[in-house]
C-alpha cells in the first residue's frame, strides 16, 4: 500500500458545484499534513493546511480524520479557475522528507 | 523576497553532455530538495540537504549530484545527461523541522523543463 493515496481522477464538475477529496494516509507517526494546488506545467503552490480541528479558507475546507487516517478538502461554489490538481502532503514525525500524494485533477466546467 | 529562484527555465541537452541546475532561496531556510516530475509519476525526490553542510539521496538520486553551496544556495548537477532525465525539475526548500512541534511547509521554484535528445 502506498504511503499517501489519492484518487487520480479527473473530477469533472459544472461551475458552482461542491466537490470533495479524500487523501488516505498508512503511516501512524503523520504529525502533519498540506493541501497544494498546482496548475498544469508550473510549480506547486500551498493551497492550505490541515489542522486537526478543520480549518477553512473562504471557499475551501480541509478536515483531519485521525482514526481513519485520511485528509480531506471540500471546494464549495466551484470556479473555472479552480481547474487543478490537488495535490496532499503528509509528514511524518522527525522526517525531513514529505511524503506527496500523486494528485487529483480537477476539471470545472462552465 | 523572490522567494525560491531556478535558473534555466529550459534546457535541450544531446545524451552525454552535463549541465548544473541552479537553485537560491531568500527565506533562510535550513531545507532544501530537489525533485523531479513526470506525468503520471508525481513529484520524485532526488536529493535534499536537510541543513548547510549536508546532502541525502532521495528516491531517484542515480545520475545526479547535489552541491549544498551555502545556506541560500543547492545545485543539482548531471554529469552524463541520458533521455531517461528528461523531465520538469523542481526546487524547494523549508524551514527546519522541529521535533515534537510545527512540521513547515515547503516552497517551490518555477522549474527547469530539461530535454534530453
Known amino acids: 500500500r502506498k504511503e499517501v493515496e489519492q484518487d487520480p481522477g479527473p473530477f469533472n464538475v459544472p461551475e458552482g458545484a461542491t466537490v470533495a477529496f479524500n487523501c488516505t494516509y498508512s503511516?501512524?507517526?503523520?504529525?502533519?499534513f498540506f493541501w497544494y494546488r498546482q496548475d498544469c506545467r508550473k510549480e506547486p503552490k500551498l493551497l492550505m493546511s490541515v489542522y486537526s480541528s478543520g480549518n477553512e479558507d473562504g471557499r475551501f475546507t480541509a478536515q483531519l480524520n485521525r482514526a481513519s487516517q485520511y485528509i480531506s478538502l471540500l471546494i464549495r461554489d466551484s470556479k473555472l479557475s479552480d481547474s487543478a490538481t490537488y495535490l496532499c502532503?503528509?509528514?511524518?514525525?522527525?522526517?525531513?522528507?514529505?511524503?506527496f500524494g500523486r494528485g487529483t485533477s480537477l476539471i470545472v466546467h462552465p | 523576497n523572490a522567494g525560491v529562484t531556478q535558473t534555466p527555465k529550459f534546457q535541450v541537452l544531446k545524451t552525454g553532455q552535463s549541465m548544473t541546475l541552479q537553485c537560491a532561496q531568500d527565506m533562510n531556510h535550513n531545507s532544501m530538495y530537489w525533485y523531479r516530475q513526470d506525468p503520471g509519476m508525481g513529484l520524485r525526490l532526488i536529493y535534499y540537504s536537510a541543513s548547510e553542510g549536508t546532502t541525502d539521496k532521495g528516491e531517484v538520486p542515480n545520475g545526479y549530484n547535489v552541491s549544498r553551496l551555502n545556506k541560500r544556495e543547492f545545485s543539482l548537477r548531471l554529469e552524463s545527461a541520458a533521455p531517461s532525465q528528461t523531465s520538469v525539475y523542481f526546487c524547494?526548500?523549508?524551514?527546519?523541522?522541529?521535533?515534537?512541534?510545527?512540521?513547515?511547509?515547503?516552497?517551490f521554484g518555477p522549474g527547469t523543463r530539461l530535454t534530453v535528445t
Open positions: 524547494a526548500s523549508r524551514a527546519t523541522v522541529l521535533a515534537g512541534t510545527r512540521v513547515y511547509e515547503q516552497y
Open positions: 502532503v503528509v509528514n511524518r514525525r522527525g522526517s525531513y522528507i514529505p511524503t
Open positions: 503511516n501512524s507517526a503523520s504529525q502533519s
